[in-house]
T-cell receptor, first 113, second 115 residues
Framework: AQKVTQAQTEISVVEKEDVTLDCVYETRDTTYYLFWYKQPPSGELVFLIRRNSFDEQNEISGRYSWNFQKSTSSFNFTITASQVVDSAVYFCALRGYGQNFVFGPGTRLSVLP | EAGVAQSPRYKIIEKRQSVAFWCNPISGHATLYWYQQILGQGPKLLIQFQNNGVVDDSQLPKDRFSAERLKGVDSTLKIQPAKLEDSAVYLC?????????????FGPGTRLTVL
């Protein structure tokens, strides 16, 4: 069975602080993809990143960075110098070969001015 | 490029009533998904269509939920009769294909409240 855990239910930070959102997954598949989505108050899920299980290189995109570690089954997401516009619910998701998406419960991030 | 469209955005009904949601996916996307997102939880897949055929409906409560995708484009999801626990946001998503790497594009959702 596949499972995604996001232990942090809610996080509050002050603007310009760095924040890391944790994601731990379980799967028996050797080929799988991991995703992060952002859900702002408008409700629409916005795709942020996709990573396949064979690529453990960390990725940086502007203020966003992702740390994928297969050894610990983790795919953590860091926002550097957070901004109020980063306030949203963030979902980590897993998709195995031939499987459908399994989403984590989400982490609500509040960035205070 | 237009995104995934859903209507209505909000719906309030009483239990035992019926309700229907509509989704128009991104043009050219063969795969369409309906998700249920209960408050405080991640989306849960209800049904997946590939063109106009059902690929996966294992988590769809078939005694009350039904969905169709006529002509392989628009889709409707119906609940009949609704229960209190059906209160949730219903998200529609589409992707070019059904491959594991295919990115899903989500609509804004329909927020259903069952009183």
């Amino acid at each position: 069975a596949q499972k995604v855990t996001q232990a942090q239910t809610e996080i509050s930070v002050v603007e310009k602080e760095d924040v890391t959102l944790d994601c731990v997954y379980e799967t028996r598949d050797t080929t799988y993809y991991l995703f992060w989505y952002k859900q702002p108050p408008s409700g629409e899920l916005v795709f942020l990143i996709r990573r396949n299980s064979f690529d453990e290189q960390n990725e940086i995109s502007g203020r966003y960075s992702w740390n994928f570690q297969k050894s610990t089954s983790s795919f953590n997401f860091t926002i550097t110098a957070s901004q109020v516009v980063d306030s949203a619910v963030y979902f980590c998701a897993l998709r195995g070969y031939g499987q459908n998406f399994v989403f984590g419960p989400g982490t609500r991030l509040s960035v205070l001015p | 490029e237009a995104g995934v469209a859903q209507s209505p955005r909000y719906k309030i009904i009483e239990k035992r009533q019926s309700v229907a949601f509509w989704c128009n996916p991104i043009s050219g996307h063969a795969t369409l998904y309906w998700y249920q997102q209960i408050l405080g939880q991640g989306p849960k897949l209800l049904i997946q269509f590939q063109n106009n055929g059902v690929v996966d409906d294992s988590q769809l409560p078939k005694d009350r939920f039904s969905a169709e995708r006529l002509k392989g484009v628009d889709s409707t999801l119906k609940i009949q009769p609704a229960k209190l626990e059906d209160s949730a946001v219903y998200l529609c998503a589409s992707s070019l294909g059904a491959g594991v790497a295919d990115e899903q594009f989500f609509g804004p959702g329909t927020r259903l409240t069952v009183l």
